[in-house]
């Protein structure tokens, strides 16, 4: 299984982008998929929202009302459109899922960056 995210950019304030990730090698659709966020010389990866096969997705507090996670399953893919982006908001964005029979520790994608300027 392979993850394979776009989308990432320089944009400014307030402006929009949207992530796209889709998910190759596997004919089984993916039980939750997410986007996570690694900040500029941080370590840790911080959940920014997800979403299951069904159900209401589970969005980060501070991003909440500007970020919007969607999915198309039978593509196997997850979305993320961000707007009002904020300086703030800039860092590596790494896209991950799950997968009945898969690897229990789930997939990461490569990541893509989100550039946000003043």
């Known amino acids: 299984v392979q993850l394979v995210e776009s989308g990432g950019d320089l944009v400014q304030a307030g402006g929009s982008l949207r992530l796209s990730c889709a998910a190759t090698?596997?004919?089984?659709?993916?039980?939750?998929m997410a986007w996570y966020r690694q900040f500029p010389g941080g370590t840790k990866r911080e959940l920014v929202a997800r979403l299951g096969s069904e159900g209401d997705p589970e969005n980060a507090v501070s991003i909440e009302g500007r970020f919007t996670i969607s999915r198309a399953n039978a593509k196997n893919s997850v979305y993320l459109q961000m707007n009002n982006l904020k300086p703030e908001d800039t860092a590596v964005y790494y896209c991950y899922a799950t997968f009945p029979s898969g690897a229990p520790a789930g997939y990461w994608g490569q990541g893509t960056q989100v550039t946000v300027s003043t």
């Open positions: 090698g596997t004919f089984a659709t993916a039980n939750a």
